[in-house]
């Protein structure tokens, strides 16, 4: 194209208006980069998928955003808000997805002409439920998930005169198991308390219910499942059987490796970080296992959204992609295999990776149980204050924990604290 300095010599102001007034709307109708935002490790993912991106929209290249899971939604978040540096794909984290999906900044990908709707065979059930909002509208399409899965020890098993199956009965039978290893080994069964308390409350949900709020938006810290999971919570601490190390931090590391702790619940992903950077000097010595009494849980998960002020041709493009990582097995075996991203999409279920035997694992085909998991896990029901009643939770049970509050008062206090944020109180 001529140059700009060019135009304007050689043809009037107003021509040279008119030619650049053109050029600028094909610029805009035919974007030279699709820009995606991400975190670690869907950045990753986002790039392998490149040379397919390329192939599919020559002339358009791909730019990946990466920044830490807390500040990349921030920034998300203050991008709806404003209009401004939006990109054209968003990735969002499960435990943030209700605070974005209710803010009404994402598009609607049921809507025509994208129509998710015709592709939900294709996505696990329960996430696609989780993006779902009342009157058919969906603001994300799953990319990966994470099915609940318990980690043992077993050489720490073996030496309690324990088997998996002991820790996978009732919770008194789970309990009565981490007695018998506190004694036997020294192990502690769980890092904290509050690991147990995660899993008890997602039993005996009604349809509708959201884990913190009922099916009418109420705040249910005070229902029997809170008061139940309460006190197994209070029970696992008072008889001595977890470590009370917090997720992530360098005690709940060093637990872990050096025999400390006997078992860790939490997502399929955590068996690949353990073997590759967490603890890979303990391979052999663990192996997977279904959740203790029943319970089916998820653990984290990514969604792709589109910003609902995308131009028209923008956001085509953006769907485009997402269906690319979402909705072709290639990319999410591809996934899987690099990242431990346990595919959202049900086509690759009968894939025979799903059948190999896990050398960390003791060459346990563990997929195969994780695989169950997907398919029987329930979607819960999103409310925009779901990451800030975690928080209540979480204090409520450091009151009754380590501040000897009764349990009644403490969730009472959580209850009128969340129903004051929501305007109940």
Request: proline residues 6%; aromatic residues 8%; contains cysteine.
């Amino acid at each position: 194209m001529p140059r700009r300095r060019h135009v304007l010599k050689t043809l009037g102001s107003g021509a040279a208006g008119m030619l650049l007034g053109a050029c600028t709307r094909a610029a805009r109708a035919q974007p030279s980069r699709l820009v995606v935002a991400a975190y670690p490790s869907i950045d990753q993912v986002a790039r392998a998928a490149a040379p397919a991106w390329r192939a599919r929209h020559r002339g358009v290249g791909l730019q990946v955003i990466s920044r830490q899971v807390g500040d990349h939604h921030t920034a998300m978040m203050t991008a709806l808000a404003t209009g401004s540096e939006l990109p054209d794909v968003m990735a969002i984290e499960v435990g943030y997805l209700g605070r974005f999906a209710l803010g009404g900044g994402l598009a609607d990908l049921a809507a025509a002409p994208i129509d998710i709707g015709a592709q939900r065979a294709h996505y696990t059930p329960y996430a696609f439920d989780q993006a779902s909002l009342p009157r058919g509208r969906v603001v994300a399409a799953p990319c990966d998930i994470g099915p609940g899965t318990m980690l043992a020890r077993v050489d720490l098993l073996r030496t309690a005169g324990l088997a998996l199956p002991h820790l996978q009965g009732s919770w008194d039978d789970f309990v009565h198991a981490g007695q018998l290893l506190r004694k036997r080994t020294g192990a502690w069964l769980v890092p904290n308390a509050r690991d147990v308390l995660d899993i008890a409350i997602r039993s005996g949900l009604g349809p509708g219910d959201g884990l913190y709020f009922d099916a009418h938006g109420r705040p249910a810290l005070q229902s029997p499942r809170f008061v139940r999971g309460f006190e197994l919570a209070a029970r696992v601490r008072r008889l001595g059987l977890d470590a009370r190390v917090q997720s992530w931090s360098p005690a709940w590391a060093s637990g872990i490796r050096d025999g400390h702790i006997a078992v860790v619940m939490s997502g399929a992903w955590l068996a690949g970080h353990l073997a590759s950077w967490l603890a890979p000097a303990t391979a052999g010595r663990w192996r997977a296992a279904q959740l203790p009494a029943g319970s089916w849980s998820a653990y984290g998960g990514s969604f792709l959204a589109v910003p609902r002020r995308l131009p028209a041709r923008r956001r085509a493009l953006a769907w485009d992609f997402v269906r690319l990582l979402t909705l072709q097995r290639q990319r999410q075996l591809a996934a899987f295999a690099s990242v431990d991203a346990f595919p959202a999409l049900v086509d690759t279920y009968d894939d025979p990776f799903f059948d190999a035997p896990l050398p960390f694992l003791g060459g346990q085909r563990a997929r195969r149980l994780w695989r169950t998991a997907a398919w029987n896990i329930r979607a819960v029901t999103l409310h925009a204050q779901d990451d800030f009643a975690s928080e209540v939770v979480g204090d409520a049970l450091y009151d009754v924990l380590d501040r000897g509050v009764a349990q009644d008062l403490a969730l009472r206090r959580a209850q009128h604290l969340l129903q004051q944020r929501v305007g109940q109180a």
